[in-house]
């Protein structure tokens, strides 16, 4: 298994990203995340002002635009915003992964043009387009097609599940090179390449925003892309490179993902601890309970494994060794966990846990889907059992 030397201590220049990210999501965030989860309210504003401080392009380097302060300083941020308002939070993870993927595989002229207006959060988000209406899991059975014309290419087809489709300046979408029907040659069939289209592009549609269980202040969209023109240097890394551009963006989205995650899950347990200080029964606080002892112990337990997890992945990106295992593990524990830990906080809350008055009601419905996007814990673990066995069969 992919392993990486961690430095429980934050660099300075970690610890500082952590420090603003922590001071906006309680000076801003915090105090509107009721109202913008009740009235599903996409945080414009907020991500416009997260560009200002330099949280959009995390990982990007300084003459693309970014911070260029590394995936273990944006897995601390994800974290931070998370225990504000993880609506806000995937805006941001996701918007970062875009920036990453553009600076990593894009031209010269998407590295020029979109970059710096992405990551200032000028162009508000960015959005990752891979599933559609039969290809979720499957991401092979992608039907989107690419068709060759001159100067560039024309998308046909459908995606779902769209993360601020209708917001975003910048839209990542994989789609599979249309071939002709008597061609033979069933590698040039399989081709997928990753496109960046821009927002307003002519043949592109964006559905009705879905109706969520949680995280209700980020917008999730279909879209439909009708003949919609793009450039040859709208490709991103080499034509039929779209896998790799996708497996390299989930790999660190997932790592995302799970900071995200301990972050909801963090502000659940320690909403449940306070209020099991405070809460009277019986002539005594919640807390002397040896029943509530023992779920607050093991919700502490695991947020320090789910965030070791978090920290041994993002640790192994930074030093640019494999760490698919690594993310899938996070992924998969970090998101499990967080749900068991949202309940516990629920169910300390009795009642009152299941009102809208207190937050916790808020984190059980946002931290459920952190087991699904991004590759479900089913998919994690086909993952992780793909590189056991092999480190096994190569030992």
Not at 32 to 43: C, I, K, Q, T, V
Not at 83 to 101: G, K, L, Y
Not at 130 to 142: C, H, K, R, T
Not at 254 to 277: D, K, L, M, P, S
Request: glycine share 8%; with cysteine.
């Amino acid at each position: 298994m992919e392993t990486a030397a961690m430095n429980f201590q934050p660099s300075w220049s970690q610890a500082l990203v952590a420090k603003t990210a922590r001071e906006f999501a309680s000076r801003v965030l915090a105090p509107a995340a009721a109202a913008r989860d009740r009235h599903g309210n996409f945080p414009e504003a907020e991500m416009r002002e997260l560009g200002d401080l330099g949280l959009l392009g995390v990982c990007v380097p300084e003459d693309h635009g970014g911070a260029a302060a590394g995936p273990v300083a944006l897995a601390l941020a994800v974290r931070e915003i998370a225990r504000a308002d993880a609506s806000v939070a995937v805006t941001m993870a996701v918007t970062n992964m875009v920036a990453e993927a553009l600076s990593r595989f894009g031209s010269v002229d998407v590295r020029a043009r979109l970059l710096p207006r992405l990551c200032s959060g000028q162009e508000v988000s960015g959005s990752f387009s891979l599933s559609e209406p039969q290809a979720g899991s499957d991401a092979g059975a992608l039907a989107t097609t690419a068709s060759a014309v001159e100067g560039g290419y024309r998308l046909r087809g459908s995606k779902l599940w769209v993360t601020s489709g209708d917001q975003s300046g910048v839209i990542v979408v994989m789609a599979r090179h249309n071939v002709p029907e008597a061609s033979t040659d069933a590698r040039i069939a399989r081709r997928i390449s990753a496109f960046v289209v821009e927002r307003g592009a002519p043949g592109l549609t964006v559905g009705r925003p879905e109706d969520k269980m949680g995280q209700r202040g980020s917008s999730t969209v279909p879209l439909t892309l009708d003949d919609v023109f793009v450039p040859e240097s709208a490709v991103l890394g080499q034509p039929g490179q779209g896998f790799k551009v996708a497996l390299t963006a989930l790999d660190g989205g997932r790592v995302n993902v799970a900071a995200q995650a301990v972050g909801i899950a963090q502000a659940a347990f320690e909403a449940a601890c306070t209020y099991a200080r405070q809460r009277q029964q019986f002539g005594r606080p919640l807390a002397e309970f040896q029943a509530v002892q023992m779920m607050l112990a093991d919700s502490a337990t695991a947020l320090d494994a789910a965030w070791l997890l978090v920290m041994r992945a993002a640790c192994a990106k930074e030093r640019g060794v494999p760490f698919t295992a690594s993310a899938a593990m996070a992924k998969l524990f970090a998101s499990e966990k967080a749900v068991e830990i949202c309940d516990r906080a629920v169910q300390i809350f009795g009642g009152y846990g299941y009102t809208r008055e207190f937050a916790v009601e808020r984190n059980l419905r946002d931290v459920r889907v952190t087991t699904i996007y991004e590759g479900t814990s089913q998919i994690q673990r086909l993952v992780i059992a793909k590189h056991v066995l092999a480190e096994i069969a190569h030992a």
